[in-house]
């Protein structure tokens, strides 16, 4: 069998596609991924021996530039997008039988249509539960969009978020579709999702609450990562006591140094050490004490097993690695599916939901309010708490998918 998987996103969306490449190519499987030529992205599919089909334009740049909720330039952003799907993940898709994406809407929803026109399977899957449709919550903003502040029922809002995309994607991708002589469609976002979209997270950290969608929920999509720790890493762990690891992953902020300022000062008011890690948000050490260290690339899931407590923005993968690593969290979200994870993990027990800014309490974190969230973090009960989860979190998650695909279950 010939599978296609593609993801465009930041590492937390095509992290997971590794995995299930890796695992779907030890069945059996014929498997190529396409994903943005991000030089990491390049890397890391290359150091597993997948092929790598690049799609679209890097996604470093357009996530630390582009203003958070800002829809400027949204519109040419998509357009490439859309035409990326048609020309180089529609060709690439030729002569496989299955194609798994992964992305925002108009990704997912010209993905689908290139294998329409094929007429290939499709399977649409999400990392987090914010974006498919459910009455249990309400949906995200769109970018540029807003949804009535005071309105409370949540399948309305739900209702009127189809509609959203429908104005802001549905002419554009309709033109597509006719193009290739594909009939147009009338709602883009269920489109896009499928009747029975696959959801890749943890049901114990995650847990799917049943709608009239007949989501599939696999578990997380994560591997076992090999790699060593650096040499001077594993000198500075073995120096002292655990430390408190911090970074906001591939999710940017608007003054990194005050952020960093902040979480350093927070972590020694606890008398602690620091992991601090660069990102994309470009943290960097605030003085030359020998009590903080600063990483770029390394094994997460290795490094936080050494960890007193991690601080993070809130990504699905780097919650979901953190608990199964048995540490506290402190979860600082940045804005996206992030308040979701911050609040799975304040009602698990397993950590602390800091406060996320929003327009109208705009205030960054600081080392008062961080040193208070890792107090709370950093108590007995919360460390057992962490380490009891920890042994509920399911590692089977590309296996169960991989089989579903290959129909070997």
Known sequence: MRVLLSAYGSRGAVEPMVGLAVRLRELGAEVRVCAPPDEEFVERLAGVGVEMVPAGAPVRPL?????PGSAAGLAERAAALMDAQFDTVGAAAEGCDALVVTGPLPVAACARSAAEKLGIRFVHVSHQPVALPSPHRRPPARRGQTLPEGATDNQALWDLDAQIANTMFGEAINARRAAIGLPPLDNVRDYAFTDQPWLATDPALSPWQPTDLDVVQTGAWTSTDERPLPADLLAFLDAGSAPVYVGLGSTPVGAPQDFAKAAVEAVRAQGRRAVLSRGWADLALI????????????????????????????SAATTTTAAQAGVPQVVVPQGADQPYWAERVADLGIGVAHDQPTPTAPSAPTAQSLSAALDAALTPETAARATAVAGTIRTDGTTVAAKLLLGLR
């Open 63 to 67: 996530v630390t530039t582009v203003t």
């Open 287 to 314: 003085d030359d004490r020998d009590d903080c260290f600063l990483v770029g690339e390394v094994n997460h899931q290795a490094l936080f097993r050494r960890a007193a407590a991690v601080v993070h923005h809130g």
